[in-house]
């Protein structure tokens, strides 16, 4: 899993309630990434961040919410807002995202949410 | 929206045999990218390859591009029970300054001893 740690590793919620899952990294990466990952669908991305105080919507950002105040830190929202938040999340750091020929992604081990 | 289609979708093989996987993917790209996935843990990168490359090769793992075909494929010799994962095909585009990784659905493999 590299130089990247997410927590807790399961979690629990219940409905209509936020709740803030962590990713930090020591690689000295500038990009991270959020994904989501359902049986059967693969990786789905969230939301990325290319460099500090910088962060773009993926492809399902609907009902997440991420902030980038530090390098090593990338933590994800997930509000009340979203409609099926149970799920696999994963978080990824890379040297880069913009530019860079060799961008392979670095993951986390990954936060199991289930919501009761 | 799905770039990499992985096929087939499940790979069950004895221990000692070669596992082939394939991927295509729809528009250009300028790598392409195998990851493993150990059952409930995140993704490990295996190897890159690029659109101007044709063939890679990192221990056990080999790796075929074929851009005319917009194909890839990942041939894993001399299996070992310890090989037993999902496999992801990545595709990188870029779009001006930026680059997106998109992933495939993944082939479950499971290598019998």
């Known amino acids: 899993d590299g130089g990247i740690t997410q927590s807790p590793k399961y979690l629990f919620r219940k409905e209509g309630q936020n709740v803030t899952l962590s990713c930090e990294q020591n690689l000295n990466h500038d990009a991270m990434y959020w994904y989501r990952q359902d049986p059967g669908q693969g990786l789905r991305l969230i939301y990325y961040s290319q460099i500090v105080n910088d962060f773009q919507k993926g492809d399902i950002a609907e009902g997440y919410s991420v902030s980038r105040e530090k390098k090593e830190s990338f933590p994800l929202t997930v509000t009340s807002a979203q409609k099926n938040p149970t799920a696999f999340y994963l978080c990824a750091s890379s040297i880069g995202a913009g530019g860079i020929r060799r961008n392979e992604q670095f993951f986390g081990p990954g936060t199991r949410l289930t919501v009761l | 929206s799905q770039q990499g289609e992985e096929d087939p979708q499940a790979l069950s093989i004895q221990e000692g045999e070669n596992a082939t996987m394939n991927c295509s993917y729809k528009t250009s790209i300028n790598n392409l990218q195998w990851y493993r996935q150990n059952s409930g843990r995140g993704l490990v990168h295996l190897i890159l390859?690029?659109?101007?490359?044709r063939e890679k090769h990192s221990g056990r793992l080999r790796v075929t591009l074929d851009t005319s075909k917009k194909s890839s494929s990942l041939l894993i010799t001399a299996s070992r029970a310890a090989d037993t994962a999902s496999y992801f095909c990545?595709?990188?585009?870029?779009?001006?300054?930026?680059?997106?990784?998109?992933f495939g659905k993944g082939i479950t493999l499971s290598v019998r001893p």
């Open positions: 990545a595709t990188t585009t870029f779009t001006g300054a930026n680059s997106k990784l998109t």
């Open positions: 390859i690029r659109s101007n490359e």
